[in-house]
């Protein structure tokens, strides 16, 4: 049963510390995405990849949040230093890329900073 | 920049009655539309996807939407609700051919009267 896997499920931390959350996207999928999901912003685009080359991580605050893929089975989204406003459920997605527009989403991982 | 607009946060209805979500976009060129749907604690699961083929999209668990261009709406309906369809309903909009990450609307609460 092909499934996004995310890692951690649920992460509380203090704030100033650093949280990396992991993403397993599907075998042979080409684009994964990071999205971050909060009460009053609702799903919000952080970065995604293709191929694992980072094409948009525009919705991401450049100064503490990096998203990487360092290889084809694991993308990983690391914020340094954590704050409380950066508490949200993080979600991970691929698809196969142009023309199919289909995401398959992971099971996020719920973030509380305090 | 691609918008979508979901009317109404919450919606109820009694079970067994019609569901309607409304769904309208912003963009001069029609894009992708999907509708997805979240329950507690899981990840997003496609409801359906319109890709420029048949304007009535039929999906999964009796859900269909209709693709109107004069009224840029992508309104998602059931005929009869049933308990278990009580969830978060995501409509969403890609454009770019499909390499780009989807731009989702707020997002409608559907409770389901018993």
């Known amino acids: 049963d092909a499934r996004v896997t995310q890692t951690p499920r649920d992460k509380v931390t203090e704030m100033g510390q650093e949280v990396t959350m992991r993403c397993q996207p599907i075998?042979?999928?080409?684009?994964v995405f990071w999205y971050r999901q909060t009460m009053m912003q609702g799903l919000e685009l952080l970065a995604y990849?293709?191929?694992?080359?980072?094409?948009?991580d525009s919705g991401m605050p450049k100064d503490r949040f990096s998203a990487e893929m360092p290889d084809a089975t694991l993308a990983t989204l690391k914020i340094q230093p954590s704050e409380p406003r950066d508490s949200a459920v993080y979600f991970c997605?691929?698809?196969?890329?142009?023309?199919?527009?289909?995401?398959?989403f992971g099971e996020g991982s719920r973030l509380t900073v305090l | 920049a691609q918008s979508v607009t979901q009317l109404g946060s919450h919606v109820s209805v009694s079970e067994g009655a019609l569901v309607l979500l409304r769904c309208n976009y912003s963009?001069?060129?029609?894009?992708?539309l999907f509708w997805y749907v979240q329950y507690p604690n899981q990840g997003l699961q496609l409801l359906l996807k319109?890709?420029?083929?048949?304007?009535l999209v039929k999906g999964i668990n009796g859900f269909e939407a209709e693709f109107k261009k004069s009224e840029t709406s992508f309104h998602l309906t059931k005929p009869s609700a049933h308990m278990s369809d009580a969830a978060e309903y995501f409509c969403?909009?890609?454009?770019?051919?499909?390499?780009?990450?989807?731009?989702f609307g707020k997002g409608t609460h559907l409770i389901i009267q018993p």
């Open positions: 997605a691929s698809g196969l890329g142009v023309n199919t527009g289909e995401l398959f």
């Open positions: 075998l042979g999928h080409n684009t």
């Open positions: 990849f293709r191929n694992r080359a980072p094409l948009d």
């Open positions: 963009s001069s060129v029609p894009p992708y």
């Open positions: 319109y890709t420029s083929a048949a304007t």
């Open positions: 969403a909009a890609q454009t770019g051919g499909g390499a780009d990450g989807l731009t």
